[in-house]
């Protein structure tokens, strides 16, 4: 994982991406929309006080490429590399002090020994 990923400020800035509420899931396709198509881009989540909560790079419409997201206090909650909207490479998880909690790997949705 490279560590830009636990700095949620820098993300925020440097990272280009919609607020997901401007998307609408389609549970027919399973496809998240933007103006009634398939969205390709980057999906930010945003707390009521306007901070980045996560955000989730997407293809088609699916989850594909990093997802994360950050605690209230600005640590790293969780990272994941998403292929076709399950898990496919690393995945972690930590606890608001920045305790690693989950750290797995994963190929196509299956975790590795």
Same mark, same amino acid.
């Given at each position: 994982?490279?560590?830009?990923? =636990? +700095?949620?400020?820098?993300?925020? =800035?440097? *990272?280009?991406?919609?607020? +997901?509420?401007?998307?609408?899931?389609?549970? +027919?396709?399973?496809?998240?929309?933007?103006?009634?198509?398939?969205? !390709?881009?980057?999906?930010? !989540?945003?707390?009521? +006080?306007?901070?980045?909560?996560?955000?989730?790079?997407?293809?088609?419409?699916?989850?594909?490429?990093? @997802? *994360?997201?950050?605690?209230?206090?600005?640590?790293?909650?969780?990272? @994941?590399?998403? /292929?076709?909207? *399950?898990?496919?490479? &690393?995945?972690?998880? &930590? /606890?608001?002090?920045?305790?690693?909690?989950?750290?797995? =790997?994963?190929? /196509?949705? =299956?975790?590795?020994?």
């Amino acid at each position: 994982m490279d560590a830009v990923w =636990r +700095d949620r400020e820098r993300v925020d =800035r440097t *990272v280009e991406g919609i607020d +997901d509420r401007l998307l609408k899931y389609d549970p +027919d396709t399973g496809q998240y929309c933007f103006q009634g198509e398939p969205f !390709t881009g980057v999906a930010k !989540t945003r707390r009521p +006080d306007g901070q980045l909560d996560g955000l989730s790079h997407l293809r088609d419409g699916i989850e594909h490429g990093v @997802s *994360v997201a950050w605690h209230p206090n600005g640590q790293i909650r969780c990272f @994941s590399e998403m /292929a076709g909207d *399950v898990y496919d490479g &690393w995945h972690y998880e &930590w /606890a608001e002090d920045g305790t690693e909690l989950v750290a797995e =790997r994963y190929a /196509a949705g =299956r975790k590795l020994a």
